[in-house]
């Protein structure tokens, strides 16, 4: 069983940044493909990243791009979401996922075999 483990949630003003990690509990975390998504309240879990376990490639939801941007360490078996330039409807409960040898439909939730507890990001105005 992974566990994923996600930190770095927090209130921040309009225009702020935060930076959230997630640490999965697996030795073969290079073969994951990681996800960020999030869930506001009353609304359906929205895609928001992707990175590919094969290449790195990096995949956004368009509401995001030039904003966020999600890397990993494979030696530390992390991933991350550096948010910038953080609006008020980006106040979401944001979930880390992994899919083992993902390589496509990265925004579907179904695609990801395991999930964090969320972490709480909300951006005030």
């Known amino acids: 069983q992974v566990q994923l483990v996600e930190s770095g949630g927090g209130l921040v003003q309009a225009g702020g940044s935060l930076r959230l990690s997630c640490t999965a509990s697996?030795?073969?975390?290079?073969?994951?493909?990681m996800g960020w998504f999030r869930q506001a309240p009353g609304k359906e879990r929205q895609f928001v990243a992707a990175?590919?376990?094969?290449?790195?490639?990096?995949y956004y939801t368009d509401s995001v791009k030039g904003r966020f941007t999600i890397s990993r360490d494979n030696a530390k078996s992390s991933v991350y979401l550096q948010m910038n330039s953080l609006k008020p409807e980006d106040t979401a409960v944001y979930y880390c996922?992994?899919?083992?040898?993902?390589?496509?439909?990265?925004?579907?939730?179904?695609?990801?075999?395991?999930w964090g507890q969320g972490t709480q990001v909300t951006v005030s105005s």
């Open positions: 996922a992994g899919g083992r040898y993902v390589v496509a439909n990265y925004d579907v939730p179904r695609q990801y075999d395991y």
């Open positions: 697996v030795r073969t975390f290079s073969t994951y493909t």
């Open positions: 990175i590919s376990w094969k290449g790195g490639m990096t």
